[in-house]
């Protein structure tokens, strides 16, 4: 018997294989080499079929830009896009836009906020970042001293950000500034989002040891905005912020490295070609074996937890504080991948660059060294270990106080 879904993939599977430039098949979505003048073309074409069909965040309401699709029948867009090579760039193109500041706008905004920001969001056209880290702010985020001044119809913002993703790309911001310093560290805090077109603020991008370099410091000098550009109530942005960071881990469950991609050959086949096998054609080195086979077990576990999560929320995942579990075990199966890899390939896996050395042998050493931002940022895996902690399991707090 088929049913709604059956019919849905059907039709997505026609709308991609008739929609999507095969021109673009296997492309990296732009994150690395040159790119021809044909190729960013059909890029533009694709977005913008994207966008018309609501599909760049597709479980958003349609009138802001989204397709009110089910949680259920957008993992069938991307199952069926995958399937035929296809992708969706505009969650890249928004930056921190679709998996976290849009569902906080939706949460929190005004109307007015809604109209004017989801929209470009949706598309792809305006890419937005997130202020929130500062040098002597980090885990402990609630300690941050940037500042914006009540100045009639604007706040005017200075302060530093660092660790800012995409800042020197970005048209908007999302940050966490302090509006009371009277008052309890996380009581003063609110959550403004400014135009980074401007002369008060300017960044400065942080190389990455994998050599590319996703985030600045950003710097506030009398940078403005306009008052109806704060996200929830004033002195209350410690509330919104949480829920956004909520959301930000939940789209960390399934972490996976900027080059990732469904056509590299499985851990099981490298084993096979890098290690070899014995005369029973099993990997030719019982400690490697047993190791790959926990591992496989974690990522088998992982995907069935996230499953579960989604069955038992009927297709509607609720954000809640087990996105901290889920953003754990992620790390745990994305950084034991990337380190069996290594592993496995040996002297043939730590090679920088040269002739000696294959494209998937070379990407690969950077995404291990990609990898190691994932148990960082979006909160490190010892906070998500305290939240989990306090939150889930109810053990009383002996760390992070104010
Ligand atoms: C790739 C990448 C992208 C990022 N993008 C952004 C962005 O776009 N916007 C933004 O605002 N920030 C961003 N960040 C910053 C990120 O959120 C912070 O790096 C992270 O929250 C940790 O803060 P910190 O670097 O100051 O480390 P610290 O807070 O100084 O922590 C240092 C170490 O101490 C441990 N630690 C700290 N406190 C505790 C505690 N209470 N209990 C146990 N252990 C503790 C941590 O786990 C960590 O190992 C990004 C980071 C990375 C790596």
Redesign the pocket.
């Known amino acids: 018997m088929t049913n709604n879904l059956d019919v849905f993939r059907e039709e997505v599977e026609v709308w991609v294989a008739e929609q999507f430039p095969k021109s673009l098949v296997g492309s990296t979505m732009g994150l690395e080499g040159e790119t021809s003048e044909e190729a960013k073309a059909d890029f533009e074409l694709w977005r913008q079929r994207l966008a018309d069909k609501g599909w760049g965040a597709p479980t958003w309401p349609k009138e802001y830009g989204g397709a009110e699709l089910s949680d259920a029948e957008a993992k069938i867009i991307s199952q069926e896009m995958g399937k035929q090579g296809a992708f969706n760039p505009i969650p890249l193109m928004a930056g921190?836009g679709v998996t976290m500041v849009g569902p906080t706008v939706l949460e929190y905004g005004t109307e007015d906020q809604k109209a004017r920001h989801l929209p470009g969001i949706a598309s792809g056209k305006i890419r937005w970042?997130?202020?929130?880290?500062e040098p002597n702010a980090?885990?402990?985020?609630a300690s941050l001293s940037t500042r914006a001044e009540d100045d009639g119809d604007t706040y005017v913002i200075n302060g530093q950000?660092i660790?800012?993703?995409g800042a020197d790309i970005s048209q908007w911001c999302g940050a966490l500034v302090r509006t009371d310093s009277s008052v309890g560290k996380r009581d003063g805090i609110s959550f403004v989002m400014l135009p980074m077109d401007q002369k008060g603020v300017s960044t400065k991008p942080i190389q990455l040891i994998s050599g590319i370099s996703?985030?600045c410091e950003t710097f506030f000098d009398d940078a403005r905005t306009d008052k109806k550009e704060l996200l929830g109530p004033l002195n209350e942005g410690w509330s919104v912020v949480k829920r956004l960071l909520q959301h930000e881990r939940q789209s960390q469950t399934q972490a996976r490295s900027p080059s990732a991609s469904s056509n590299k050959p499985s851990l099981q086949e490298l084993a096979k070609t890098y290690v070899g096998v014995d005369s029973a054609g099993r990997l030719d080195d019982p400690d490697l074996r047993v190791r790959l086979i926990e591992h496989l077990m974690d990522v088998q576990s992982h995907s069935l937890t996230v499953g579960r999560i989604t069955e038992e929320a009927r297709g509607k995942v609720e954000v809640s504080a087990a996105a901290s579990i889920l953003k754990n075990s992620a790390t745990r199966v994305a950084q034991g991948n990337s380190e069996l890899t290594l592993e496995l390939m040996g002297n043939q896996g730590v090679g920088w660059e040269g002739e000696n050395f294959s494209a998937d042998e070379l990407s690969n050493v950077r995404d291990w060294l990609w990898g190691k931002?994932i148990s960082?940022?979006?909160?490190?895996?010892?906070?998500q270990n305290?939240i989990i902690s306090k939150n889930i399991l109810g053990l009383p707090e002996t760390?992070?106080k104010g």
């Open positions: 921190m970042c997130l202020g929130l880290s980090g885990s402990d985020l950000k660790w800012t993703s996703p985030f931002a960082i940022y979006g909160g490190s895996y010892e906070v305290n760390t992070q």
